[in-house]
């Protein structure tokens, strides 16, 4: 194989040796390591009972791996079960009024997002979506048109989970800062195959699940929340869990923890956190540099193909403007997908359009070999 450098890693993978999955912008491939967590999980159950202790250590090593991906401290994590749910948690922190009620996001960020946003609007808040231009990229000037000095809050995708346009997440910080607004950063589509640090950029917040490239199962979600920034936020959705000590067991006390672990609420999906924390730590061996730069060799590959066969191609033209996905536009994209994976390609319909979406256990062969098959398709 070509400069393929993750070929001992690949092995984890068993479904790899018969399909090429590369779906990871919606579920990755399963590796072995996930398996062996939720067996772990399973045995205790079936043998112990139960575990609570235990299974509340994985779940903080699960946000402890997810610290590390994105050079962070597991002090400043929280557990929910979706992104959605962490967006309205934060929505419903913040005060929209005469001095600040503006939100700015991108057109092309995910529905759910825009969503919990727009449910904002009955509180007070002005919601306003920054344009892509006709190469589906979001220019910074979109943005800088809309974030003035009433913006509470801007609304990022780091990667589009439509095209897979790449935002400049830096460039966006600054401009938020600049009028005092807070920045919510949306790394489903980028934590796992693109290198993070939300210190050296000064994420206020950075969301992600885990079942895309942090290659876990759904059910579970975390939240990066800048110290400075969790102090001044109490969430309405709450619980036990975000209490100073949740095993105080005092109705009449809303003490909120300090930190991130205030975004905490009730039981957390220990099964899921088992699954999650076993795809991070194997995340967490690679060299997030070497995975990038392979993520963008894959994008390369997949471009020239589909230029190749003539496809109509939605992203972005460059792959050091796009992330792992390339979206290529179809007429029936559910009835393409399955017959991609008959054809033994797992590949991601979304709207009008299929993405192929590898991990770095993916070959150029797969990219190539499933753009070859949609061309047979389409
Ligand atoms: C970028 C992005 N954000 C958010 C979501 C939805 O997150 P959740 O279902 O965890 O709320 C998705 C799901 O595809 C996504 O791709």
Redo the contacts with the bound molecule.
Sequence with gaps: MTNFPFEAQRALFPILQKKAQLSS??QSALSTPVTEALARYMTSWSEQGMDWGGWGVVLDQAKAEFARLIHADAADIAVM?????F?SSIGNCLSFDAQRDGIVLGEI??P??GHVWLAQQARGAVVQFAQPDAGGEIALEGYARLINDRTRLVSV?Q???SNGFKQDIGAIVKLARAQGALLFV?A??SAGVMQIDVQRDDIDMLVC?AQ?YLLGCPGI?FMYVRPSVAEQLKPSNTGWFGRINPFAFDIRTLDYAQGARRFDTGTPPYINGAAACAGMALLNTLDMAQVEAYIEQLSAVALREAKRHNLPIASPLDPSRKGSNTAIRVKDSAAIERHMASAGFIVSARGPLIRVAPHFYNTEQDVAGAMAALARLV
């Design positions: 912008c919606s079960s979706c992104v959605s749910d967006a960020d995910f759910s997002v995708s990667v589009s989970y949306d489903y589509q699940g895309k979600a």
